[in-house]
């Protein structure tokens, strides 16, 4: 009897071996693993039976769907919106995602660009590289800078991202306000945590204001000039999440009006962002291009769920991060109790100590 296909796609690149032999071990070798690249995705999900990974790339879904013949989609991305299109959320393909894996790093890059917003490190650093003609003299310009300290922080999205998040920001923030779907199991460090019906609310009030948000067709666009007019003036707003959440041109006529005080962002809406696209000219904006998550060991964390989910399937139990038909609808599973979610079993599971890091350092990235 032939083995079935387990095709694996995490980046541009096929996986490194020593992943695919941890995966292989997880699957007692009962797979034929097909370990490919982006170029190659979208043909080899036509003949997979499992997948772990994303697809960064156009995938037939409709097709995949059809054939019957996968049954479960690993994502190796805690956004899912790569491959929940009405054909997968209809069917009975199991997905499970990596929401949590990465809320650490994604966490940390958001406080990062919030505090060089705030002490307008783009000017500086832009200063610092600008010789005005004069190879012998930098002139640095004296400019005004924000304190995070004692104000008011609105997370909207309290999942893995936005907890962690509030984790982070805590020691500067003077109040944390947040909204979420679920407005249950507050943390100790959020003052106030409301209901989604109440962003308003939320915008209103915050100094600042974290997107952790899944895109689905609810969220789209939901940052639109219309909300974008709900913000305290001066207000920064971070983008975190997906760059879809804010529609641009909105966001450009906000800072151009000046009724944002800035705009921090991990993504952006295109993405890549053209060339000519006037948020590059803003002094009061900072884009980083997805890298977030680029953490070097992210793959082996990668691997600590994929190879617990296994080790669930083939024993039945309940799968990390399985979403309902509600969940594929929304993006993320559901922090209702229906499903065991990662931010809480990594904390008993989790390979990190027996890898050797230290390799991992900023000429490897």
Known sequence: MNKKNLVVCFRAAPVEERLIARIDKAWSSTLNIVNVGQSEVADALLEADFFCGHAKVPVDWEKVVKQERLKWIQSSAAGMDWCLVPAT??????????AGVLSDQ????????ILAWGRNLRSFIYDMRVCDGNPDYRSFKRKPTFDLVGKTVGIVGLGGVGRRFSQ???????KILA????????????????PADRLDDLLAVSDVVFLSLPLNEET???????RLAKFKPGALLANLARGPLVVTDDLIKALQSERLGGYVCDVTSPEPLPADS??????????T?????QIGWRFDDICDIYCENVRRYLSGEPLINKLSFQGKKWGFPLRDGSVPLWIDVKKIYSTRQSINRAKYDFKNF
């Open 179 to 194: 909204v979420d779907l679920f407005p249950n199991n507050k943390p100790e460090q959020v003052a106030e945590l409301w």
């Open 220 to 226: 789209r666009g939901i940052f639109n000039a219309e």
């Open 168 to 174: 982070v920001v805590a020691p500067f923030a003077g």
């Open 278 to 287: 006037p948020l590059w000219d803003f002094d009061n904006v900072l884009i």
């Open 106 to 113: 994604v966490a940390e890059h958001g406080l990062a660009l």
């Open 289 to 293: 291009p997805h890298v977030a998550g």
């Open 89 to 98: 959320i209809q069917s009975d393909i199991t997905i499970t995602t990596a």
